[in-house]
């Protein structure tokens, strides 16, 4: 299964990104500055805080220097199928939708690689700022603009990235494709010996889950 470089997502140019607003230098952090005794937490302009000229210029490459390092396998939650979708990722008659589930997709890598899944976040990048708490959230969290996507994320980070100029497309995971699909849905455009092959190409293969044509163009 294709890990692509998170540089590589090109759709959303923020990807990777935190929200334009953590760095506002009047954005309202909490602190708690430690000399020699524990003292109580304060709240401080960010500008304050990271005082030295350019510092905050500094904080926000480095943010941006650590978004290198993952690698992302994308997901479409939903109980069904997504018109949008088909629409956006499934424009060719040619299409399939592979259908499993969280447990099916941890059971499935039989890489050595730490794999970690994550839901998306969505956030108001006018008005919400994102956690720097964990280098994670610049893995997970998008725009509002893209939370039709209601997107389920698979992250391989290789923290060796960070410092090098590497531009790699991607990395390859092993799956078990025995274990991974749950069903596979082809294009509602498909014409019929498409669906025909890709059924006797699974058969041939020893893929024995559910194969169907998507009835979502079907009328009653």
Not at 76 to 83: Q, V
Not at 89 to 101: L, R
Not at 112 to 140: C, H, M, Q, W
Not at 191 to 204: G, I, L
């Amino acid at each position: 299964m294709f890990f692509p470089w998170i540089n590589k997502l090109k759709d959303d140019p923020w990807e990777g990104r935190p929200s334009k607003l953590n760095f506002d230098e009047n954005r309202i952090i909490p602190v708690r500055f430690v000399n020699g005794k524990d003292n109580p937490l304060e709240y401080r302009k960010l500008k304050d805080v990271l005082n030295r000229p350019g510092e905050i210029e500094e904080h926000m490459q480095a943010h941006l220097r650590m978004s290198r390092m993952f690698f992302i396998n994308c997901w479409h939650m939903n109980d069904g199928e997504s018109d949008s979708q088909w629409k956006i990722y499934g424009t060719s008659p040619f299409s399939m939708a592979v259908v499993s589930s969280f447990s099916l997709l941890s059971s499935a890598i039989t890489d050595d690689k730490e794999i970690y899944g994550s839901r998306v976040s969505y956030y108001d990048p006018n008005n919400e700022t994102t956690s720097e708490g964990n280098a994670f959230f610049l893995a997970t969290h998008k725009r509002n603009a893209f939370i039709h996507e209601r997107e389920f994320r698979l992250i391989y980070c290789d923290h060796s990235i960070i410092k090098t100029l590497d531009d790699p497309q991607g990395i390859s995971v092993s799956i078990d494709l025995k274990i991974l699909i749950q069903k596979v849905v082809i294009s509602p455009l498909a014409p019929p010996w498409f669906v025909t092959e890709v059924k006797t190409f699974m058969q041939t293969h020893g893929l024995n889950m559910d194969c169907v044509q998507s009835e979502l163009l079907n009328t009653w």
